[in-house]
């Protein structure tokens, strides 16, 4: 019978708190909110980025179709298409 690799992982909660919150990568979320919008139709279209900052204990940000954004977003599901802008 094989072996099986052995080795133990360990979390540390604190340093996985400290990188979920940051700056660096709540910079990156919000790029990729950006990236997303950009994609979808823009800010001339209505879609907008927002940095949740009250998100804790996370880095958050979303994007909302505002004003002719909702109805292009409802008909043609722009924000789901554009997921893939996000990715690197």
């Given at each position: 019978m094989a072996k099986k690799n052995q080795?133990?992982?360990k979390f540390n909660p604190?340093?996985?708190e400290d990188l979920r919150q940051d700056r660096r990568v709540r910079a990156d979320v919000v790029k990729r909110a950006e990236r997303i919008a950009e994609?979808?139709?823009g800010e001339?279209?209505?879609y907008k980025v927002t940095d949740l900052v009250l998100e804790d204990p996370r880095s958050?940000?979303?994007v909302m179709a505002t004003g002719e954004a909702h109805f292009?977003?409802?008909k043609h599901a722009a924000l789901i298409r554009s997921l893939g802008a996000g990715r690197d």
């Open positions: 080795f133990k992982l604190k340093q996985l994609a979808a139709g001339e279209m209505g958050a940000a979303s292009h977003n409802r």
